[in-house]
């Protein structure tokens, strides 16, 4: 493990110092605002994780995934905690209007996989697979989802994989499995990368 530079330290000392004198205080850290309980709420015996913790770690990935791209081609890109939220809400939809014919896709969906959402990383045809983050609502656990836009599966990642039944998982990954490809076909994602 490499040590914080000792710049990164007086940064950190400073800001604590600004915080006991200044409790409103907030820091912005891309679309994440973050207050003096988002910080102490991590280190909470009882604490537990909540979206925007979730959103503020992958936007630092994003962050040294743009650093090094100077270096390393990256072929992965990460999405929000709200991508997952939209995908539900856009399978809802669907799902209500029976009698439509074809899928109907909502914008923040398109603008998700077009790049156009800075805090969700790059355009999709320059990734082969996107990560990202899933509550598991009836647990309340977190899990992180890889889709692979390549070999056209999802694979699920958990850190308890004992506590949710696989039955709970496929339901509760069921609107992701079915309105990915139909967002994908909307867009002729796959044609424009031939």
């Avoid at 969906?109 to 598991?136: I, R, S, T």
Wanted: contains cysteine.
């Amino acid at each position: 493990m490499k040590a914080i530079p000792h710049v990164d330290m007086v940064k950190l000392l400073k800001l604590c110092w600004e915080w006991c004198h200044n409790p409103n205080l907030v820091m912005q850290f891309g679309n994440v605002e973050a207050k003096i309980e988002f910080f102490a709420s991590l280190v909470k015996s009882d604490g537990w994780l909540k979206a925007d913790h979730i959103d503020l770690g992958l936007y630092l990935i994003r962050k040294r995934q743009q650093q090094l791209e100077e270096v390393e081609i990256s072929d992965w890109t990460t999405t929000d905690v709200f991508f997952m939220n939209h995908i539900h809400t856009c399978f809802a939809d669907n799902k209500r209007k029976k009698e439509q014919v074809g899928w109907k896709i909502r914008t923040s969906l398109v603008n998700v996989v077009n790049g156009k959402v800075l805090a969700c990383g790059m355009d999709w045809q320059n990734a082969y697979k996107v990560y990202a983050p899933c509550m598991l609502t009836k647990y309340k656990h977190w899990v992180a989802v890889m889709i692979d836009l390549v070999q056209c599966e999802i694979k699920v990642y958990d850190s308890m994989v004992s506590l949710i039944p696989d039955e709970i998982l496929k339901e509760e990954l069921g609107p992701l499995s079915i309105t990915i490809p139909n967002l994908l076909n909307a867009i002729d994602f796959y044609e424009e990368c031939v």
